[in-house]
Each structure stands twice: as structure tokens, then as C-alpha cells.
């Protein structure tokens, strides 16, 4: 298959290139390089043994992606453009609820134009909202989402099922993330986050690292094991590989399926923190804080769908994702920017 990768220097779609190529497909990689560096090409020739076809587009932008339509001609397209930060969109709501819902009109505008009819998804399980009944079923209706971010997501899946209505003949896989973490082995790509952190790993390899000085445990009055807040921590390398089974289930299905990508076992904040701290040798200093507002106590998924649908399942320990997030900073102290 070849793939278009919207979006695809980022850290999940990075991760899903190099999966992509190791199953022996090809892949077309579109970004503006917005919240992405150049560097991780030359990073992904070296893990693949290849070289990256590499398109320096906007996915809003008609003209320029019609260019790359026209250029290649793809069996399916993966779609991960868009603003990601929880945060920042509730600062910036006109720009996210732009810019991550242009990005999909065009990409779908374009694809009816060329004649593709593939489209797996960038979801997340953001869309749940504040559901307390776990773990989180594809079938639960969402509660509504907490930020313009999770708004995004939810309207994307919305067109999405849309369009998979009035076009039958379209192949839709709509995954939702839960909390992706982890790194390549090599130690060569990951995530490269702008100023400081927003979400735990990369804050705890920072604090690691020395850049920063402590982490704020947001909370341990919650209805946990230990009070921290819970969650369904996923390795990107097995979230990658779930991105290269819906594809190639969408060769074989059409209609629209929402399906959860997370391992169903849940996590706190403590644990990860613990976790990190034996298997890296590292010790972690933390202090106790007030909530931070809009977290929910616990959120793990319900993997059996994908497990059916796809034959996919997680593999990697949350050993994995210590040793090998920790590996990506310690070798990349500023990330891409070395
Ligand atoms: N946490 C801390 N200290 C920090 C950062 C996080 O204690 O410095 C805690 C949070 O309170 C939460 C857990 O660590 O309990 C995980 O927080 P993250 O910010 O890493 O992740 P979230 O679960 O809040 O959000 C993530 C993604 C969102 C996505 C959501 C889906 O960042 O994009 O999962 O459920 F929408």
C-alpha cells in the first residue's frame, strides 16, 4: 500500500512511518513542520534503511495538497495533522477549531477529488469526556468534551461518520488514543515537546534529565489505588502498529468504525513515577499539588474491539515505555534541536 502520512514528522506519525515501512508498505509524508523538525528524516532513513518521501505542505492549504494528490496516487491516507495542546486551545479556541477542522475538510475534499477512500483517523479518548464508568466502550455516548481540543476531535469524528453515510464505498477507521508514551528503541526519534511539558512522561524525563527541578503530582485525592489519577499508558510503537493493521483492515472493510487503542490496564501517576525511577535507576524528585483543573480520576480503555477487528493488541510494559522514553531524552537532551 502507499500511504499518505498527514502530519507524519510528529511523534505518533513518525513512529507509524517507521511500522509502516517495517510491514513493507510506502509512505507519503505531508506536514508543514509547524510542531515538527526536519531532523527526524534523516533519523527515519536510519531506522528504515530508505529515504523518506517527504512533502513540505499545510494539509489546509487546497492548492499545495491537491499538488501532492496529483504527484501520487495513495490506496488509504492516515490523518494525525492538527493541534494537540489541551491547554492552549482553550487560550486559542478560534485557531484550533480552524485549523484541526480545515485540515480534515480538505484532506477529504481532496481525497473524493482523487478518488481515494481510505481514511484512518487521529482520535482520542478525549472524546469520552467525563464518562466515570470504565473501561471506556466505543459504544458509550460521550459525556462531552472538557476543552476546545477534545471538541475538535469529537467534530472530526463527526464529519468523518458523516461522509462514511452519503459515501458508502469509503473505509473510515476513527482510533482513539488513550495516553501515548514511549519511544523508538533506538533511541533516535520521540517526543519532542515545545517549552515546558504539559503531560506527565515528558515532564518526569525532563525532571530526569535535570531541566527541571521536581514534578507536581496533580493530586492524590482521588479515588484510586493511591489517590493519583489513573490511565491507560500506551507504548508508541504498539500504538504505530495499530495504525498499520487499521489500514490494512480497511482494504477489506468498508463504513466507518471508532475503535480504542489503548492496552486496558490503568496506571497512576505514582505508579508510572515509581516505574520510572527502578527501571531507569533514577531517583525523581516530586511534590504533592492541588488538582489540576478538568482531569478526571481514571480513564482506561476497553481493548477487545480492536483486538477483533484488527488482530492488534498492545505488547509493551510500562517498563518498556520508561526505558525507552528515558533512552530518547538522555540521548536527545533538547529533542530535534541538538
Ligand atoms: N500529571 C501530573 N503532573 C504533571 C502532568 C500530568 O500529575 O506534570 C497527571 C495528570 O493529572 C493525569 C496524568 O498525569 O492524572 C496524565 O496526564 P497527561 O497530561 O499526561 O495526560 P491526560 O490524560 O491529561 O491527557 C492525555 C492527552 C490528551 C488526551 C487525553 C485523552 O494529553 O491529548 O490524554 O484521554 F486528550
Not at 72 to 84: E, M, N, P, Q
Amino acid at each position: 500500500m502507499r500511504i499518505l502520512l498527514s502530519g507524519g514528522a510528529g511523534f505518533i506519525g513518525s513512529h507509524t512511518y517507521v511500522e509502516l515501512i517495517n510491514a513493507g508498505h510506502e509512505a507519503v509524508i505531508v506536514d508543514n513542520l509547524y510542531n515538527a523538525s526536519d531532523r527526524v528524516f534523516q533519523r527515519l532513513e536510519a531506522i528504515t534503511g530508505k529515504p523518506v518521501v517527504f512533502c513540505n505542505a499545510d494539509v489546509a492549504d487546497k492548492a499545495a495538497l491537491s499538488e501532492v494528490f496529483q504527484k501520487y496516487s495513495f490506496d488509504a491516507v492516515i490523518h494525525f495533522a492538527g493541534y494537540k495542546a489541551v491547554g492552549e486551545s482553550v487560550v486559542k479556541p478560534l485557531e484550533y477549531y480552524r485549523n484541526n477542522l480545515d485540515t480534515t475538510l480538505t484532506l477529504c475534499e481532496c481525497m473524493r477529488e482523487y478518488g481515494v477512500k481510505r481514511i484512518v483517523f487521529s482520535s482520542s479518548a478525549t472524546v469520552y469526556g467525563m464518562i466515570e464508568t470504565m473501561p471506556l466502550v466505543e459504544t458509550m455516548t460521550s459525556a462531552g468534551c472538557t476543552n476546545p481540543y477534545g471538541w475538535t476531535k469529537y467534530m472530526n469524528e463527526r464529519i468523518l461518520l458523516d461522509a462514511a453515510q452519503a459515501m458508502p464505498d469509503w473505509s473510515i477507521a476513527l482510533l482513539r488514543y488513550f495516553n501515548p508514551i514511549g519511544a523508538h528503541e533506538s533511541g533516535t526519534i520521540g517526543e519532542d515537546p515545545v517549552g515546558i511539558p504539559n503531560n506527565l512522561m515528558p515532564y518526569i524525563t525532563q525532571v530526569a534529565s535535570g531541566k527541571l527541578d521536581h514534578l507536581s503530582v496533580f493530586g492524590d485525592d482521588y479515588n484510586t489505588h493511591d489517590g493519583t489519577g489513573v490511565r491507560d499508558y500506551i507504548h508508541v510503537v504498539d500504538l504505530a502498529k495499530g495504525h498499520v493493521a487499521a489500514c490494512e483492515y480497511l482494504m477489506e472493510h468498508q463504513g466507518a468504525e471508532i475503535i480504542n487503542l489503548g492496552t486496558g490496564v490503568g496506571y497512576s501517576v505514582l505508579d508510572l513515577v515509581n516505574a520510572f525511577q527502578r527501571v531507569n535507576n533514577i531517583e525523581l524528585p516530586y511534590v504533592i499539588v492541588d488538582r489540576r483543573p478538568g482531569d478526571i480520576a481514571t480513564c482506561y480503555a476497553d481493548p477487545a474491539k480492536a483486538k477483533e477487528l484488527l488482530g492488534w493488541q498492545a505488547e509493551k510494559t510500562l517498563d518498556d515505555m520508561c526505558r525507552d522514553a528515558w533512552r530518547w531524552q538522555s540521548q536527545n537532551p533538547n529533542g530535534y534541536r541538538d
